[in-house]
């Protein structure tokens, strides 16, 4: 098991692997940036893609954001193949609104560069624009279940508009 | 010093106190109700004010929010006032967007009800309704200095509305 | 599975479960309180026990706690019975130091009762005083793991040892 | 007063005026390396200084950090001056523990680098070492305030020692 373990710690191979389990979940780097870009493109005029590819990318390659997409869509994994205990397992397969460990799981990653980070949490995760409505919506469906992911990416989206929004101003 | 700190310490007189300084920096305990009503009532469709009224008076009751309060305004007047040092007089009287330290000192308000407060927070933060738009567009004049006031007005109506949003599902 | 959700959505009943949570891993209501006096007593010299009882009880009595606890101690035995997906699985079970996703759950825990909450976590984290020490130990044996539990115990430890303080001065 | 703003927003300006208002209120760099030296030798056998001297440089560097400590030392210089207004005047100047605003100020430093930091906070604060428990007694005189000085050392000391321990483990 150690072996396993030593080849994900390396920083750019569990990048990758997030990812991978981002795809697999219904989710490209591509749509992210999509928010990313509509999130601060009022704020720059002239922002470029290349730029928030870049902080979506930076945001990705940092541990704490790896440990809490592998936490977070394991819990989603675990939720649509029934193998939660009861009744946390009604709790995440339904996304009840007040069980908030989604938000919480999260934070880390909307603090990664500063308070804009959480502001802009808090209005893509009540707007839900692009793959988060999306997703969302998928959710909702039987055997589906995107109660962390959603929160997931949002947080990323957050954290690298965050990043643009500093970046652009030094 | 002594007897005038024991005088405030009784929560019950902080809060009027408070609630006075909210008057005098133009924003009424009415303008808050009105933020929670409207972000809740379109999950909560026979939604009452008195519910909102009563959630906003438990937030005001709370010491974290008190001092938060008497903090912030006072930041903002010293700032209106020139009474800071450079560069925290032109940062705080700028409402620099990557200032940020007005948004960390609300977070203990938004956490006051569990995560729902901060995704509360982020959208009215972003989206400026109400009375906090008017004060927003007024802290932007001459001798006005809003920058904290309209976070302590935002953080407030989230964590009313994460109360009321709890309490409808008991 | 609606029935079920149910059953335990009432919060009476849920802090009931976690309890029998807690106890089934190895830590009973009186390990909480016994670690809630030593951190107060320094403050408070005829603090009673019944008090730090109280603030205990109140804690568990709150859904975010609740929430918490479900969702921590299920990565605990999920982790125990080797159904995580790699590399998660070898990140939870050896409790690396730099996961941190642990210590993220539970923030909202020690934010309950203000700022003091936090000071206490980070203090009993690194202490590890009582039944938290003795389950760290334990959680090191193969077929183990009290990865969360430890930071589920230090974070209801602090935020009643935080409620206590807030009593005393009142 | 704009052109004093642009001069001190340069990062490099900045983190050179902060260093220098550390140092008029008792604090050197140095000071801060003893902690993050002290709480990372005991994980870290081969711990040089230098490596915790470019940590503690690197938070400082932080726009987050320079904005914290820019706001937290001008409450203490203005509670020295008697310039608050009442009771903040009282609540700042006597240090109260239930405060709680001087340890919310700093949680944006703490969680520059992921939940270790608030951990090391938390153990910082209670057991106050060397420059922090020296400037705790001093604040305890009349005309001297070292409220949030204490806190703001605290962080970024707990920040840089995070930082140390994820180096130490790519």
Redesign the interface.
Not at 24 to 30: F, I, S, T, W
Not at 59 to 82: F, H, M, P
Not at 135 to 141: H, N, R, V, Y
């Given at each position: 098991?150690?072996d396993?373990?030593e080849?994900?710690?390396n920083?750019e191979n569990?990048k990758q692997?997030c990812i991978e389990m981002l795809h697999d979940r219904g989710c490209e780097v591509d749509d992210i940036i999509d928010i990313v870009f509509d999130l601060q493109k009022k704020?720059i005029p002239n922002l470029k893609r290349e730029v928030c590819w870049d902080a979506v990318d930076r945001v990705l390659g940092k541990?704490?954001v790896q440990?809490?997409i592998?936490?977070g869509i394991?819990?989603d994994?675990?939720a649509e193949e029934e193998?939660?205990?009861?009744?946390?397992?009604?709790?995440v397969?339904?996304d009840n609104?007040?069980?908030?460990?989604d938000?919480?799981?999260v934070?880390?990653i909307c603090?990664l560069y500063?308070?804009?980070g959480?502001?802009?949490?808090?209005?893509?995760?009540?707007?839900k624009p692009g793959i988060i409505g999306k997703l969302d919506l998928e959710g909702k469906q039987t055997g589906k279940c995107h109660t962390f992911l959603d929160d997931i990416i949002g947080a990323i989206a957050a954290a690298a508009a965050s990043s643009v929004?500093?970046n652009s101003?030094?």
């Amino acid at each position: 098991m150690k072996d396993v373990h030593e080849t994900f710690m390396n920083g750019e191979n569990l990048k990758q692997k997030c990812i991978e389990m981002l795809h697999d979940r219904g989710c490209e780097v591509d749509d992210i940036i999509d928010i990313v870009f509509d999130l601060q493109k009022k704020y720059i005029p002239n922002l470029k893609r290349e730029v928030c590819w870049d902080a979506v990318d930076r945001v990705l390659g940092k541990r704490e954001v790896q440990y809490a997409i592998l936490t977070g869509i394991e819990l989603d994994y675990l939720a649509e193949e029934e193998k939660l205990r009861e009744p946390l397992q009604s709790l995440v397969n339904s996304d009840n609104p007040l069980f908030g460990i989604d938000e919480i799981l999260v934070l880390s990653i909307c603090n990664l560069y500063g308070s804009i980070g959480l502001t802009n949490f808090g209005y893509v995760d009540k707007v839900k624009p692009g793959i988060i409505g999306k997703l969302d919506l998928e959710g909702k469906q039987t055997g589906k279940c995107h109660t962390f992911l959603d929160d997931i990416i949002g947080a990323i989206a957050a954290a690298a508009a965050s990043s643009v929004a500093h970046n652009s101003h030094d």
